[in-house]
């Protein structure tokens, strides 16, 4: 299976730059079972949910994991947290002019850390103080390479989910960026629970597949956490995963049965699903693992001919843009 049978081609005016002005005020593309599109509003979604269904979001937190440094030497870098690793120590992405070299040391701001060692593509650094109190005084909201405009104050809230609780992630999970409070409000008095889980979504969400042949793709890892008490509260429910990332976690309990640690779970067409049963995403890039997750959920040809409508039809893609409901 090739890479590029997952290529499409997308006008660069539908990449969404900011976000619809009210969360539900996106549109939705409904694929359903026998492969056919429905044009409907995000405000619909509800009325698509049935008895019996449980809607599975992620409430992973977005931290402000983008960072701008200085080597000793005076050169400029910018530090991208790909994951948290302790206290004081994080892996990340470094852009520079010439890469440090392990051992020497950096300062941001005020703050001091110490580049220990390359890792594949990142870097382990050491910082002299907390993570997380350097990322909040000196980080910004790691908004996604396509997205050309600098974070402001309206990206701090609405690249972020209204039900974020579980700082860690570095991207969000964009297909939860549409729900308000009220419309979840109203999903629970329908009688639909709504569970929670976690996975710190890392950069490498962000990196493109540089082998031809899918199979041989490694994933990045990432942290999920699911606890006992939800999944035994899925027991018997037709769930609806909101996000890649919830459909991930879930299949990897399902799969190894374990309910939290890494996963590197890369899903393409040919992947037996065990316990989700319909996927709200948001549009993914071309030649993307999001969009061969995509694909093997709903059948690849029926998910580009989807695409291929969203495109015709000028949906917003990416991030900030709209949704869609995939139904096996």
């Known amino acids: 299976m090739r890479v590029s049978e997952f290529d499409y081609a997308l006008p660069p005016e539908l990449i969404a730059q900011h976000p619809a002005p009210r969360r539900d005020a996106s549109r939705l593309l409904r694929l359903d079972a026998?492969?056919?599109?429905?044009?409907?509003?995000?405000?619909?979604?509800?009325?698509?949910?049935?008895?019996?269904?449980?809607?599975?979001?992620?409430?992973?937190?977005?931290?402000?994991?983008?960072?701008?440094g200085r080597k000793s030497?005076?050169?400029?870098?910018?530090?991208?947290?790909?994951?948290?690793?302790?206290?004081?120590?994080?892996?990340?992405?470094?852009?520079a002019s010439h890469p440090p070299q392990?051992?020497?040391?950096?300062?941001?701001?005020?703050?001091?850390?110490?580049?220990?060692?390359?890792?594949?593509?990142?870097?382990?650094?050491?910082?002299?103080?907390?993570?997380?109190?350097?990322?909040?005084?000196?980080?910004?909201?790691p908004l996604p390479p396509y997205i050309t405009h600098a974070p402001a104050d309206?990206?701090?809230?609405?690249?972020?989910?209204?039900?974020?609780?579980?700082?860690?992630?570095?991207?969000?999970p964009t297909a939860g960026l549409h729900f308000d409070d009220a419309m979840l409000e109203g999903i629970r008095r329908q009688g639909v629970p709504v569970e929670k889980i976690t996975l710190h979504v890392g950069a490498g969400t962000f990196q493109p597949v540089r082998v031809d042949e899918v199979q041989k793709h490694r994933m990045h890892k990432e942290r999920y956490s699911i606890s006992n008490q939800t999944y035994?509260?899925?027991?018997?429910?037709?769930v609806v995963a909101v996000g890649t990332t919830s459909l991930r976690a879930l299949e990897t309990a399902a799969l190894t049965?374990?309910?939290?640690?890494?996963?590197?779970?890369?899903?393409?067409?040919?992947?037996?699903?065990?316990?989700?049963?319909?996927?709200?995403?948001?549009?993914?890039?071309?030649?993307?693992?999001?969009?061969?997750?995509?694909?093997?959920?709903?059948?690849?040809?029926?998910?580009?001919?989807?695409?291929?409508?969203?495109?015709r039809n000028k949906y917003r893609f990416f991030s900030y843009g709209d949704a869609m409901l995939i139904e096996r």
């Open 257 to 311: 049965g374990k309910l939290e640690g890494e996963t590197d779970l890369f899903v393409y067409p040919g992947f037996e699903f065990r316990l989700v049963k319909r996927l709200l995403t948001n549009f993914h890039l071309p030649r993307s693992t999001l969009l061969m997750l995509a694909c093997a959920f709903g059948g690849k040809e029926n998910v580009l001919n989807a695409y291929h409508h969203a495109v």
């Open 73 to 95: 030497t005076g050169g400029a870098l910018e530090i991208f947290i790909e994951r948290i690793v302790g206290p004081r120590e994080a892996l990340v992405l470094i852009r």
């Open 102 to 141: 392990p051992g020497s040391e950096i300062s941001i701001g005020n703050a001091a850390a110490r580049i220990a060692q390359r890792v594949d593509d990142l870097y382990r650094v050491q910082f002299a103080e907390d993570v997380e109190a350097v990322l909040e005084r000196h980080g910004a909201v």
């Open 154 to 172: 309206d990206d701090a809230e609405r690249y972020q989910t209204v039900y974020a609780a579980q700082p860690g992630a570095v991207a969000a």
């Open 232 to 238: 035994r509260a899925l027991a018997g429910k037709q």
């Open 34 to 68: 026998a492969g056919r599109v429905h044009d409907l509003r995000f405000a619909d979604f509800p009325a698509l949910l049935r008895p019996g269904d449980a809607l599975v979001v992620n409430d992973t937190r977005v931290i402000k994991a983008r960072l701008s």
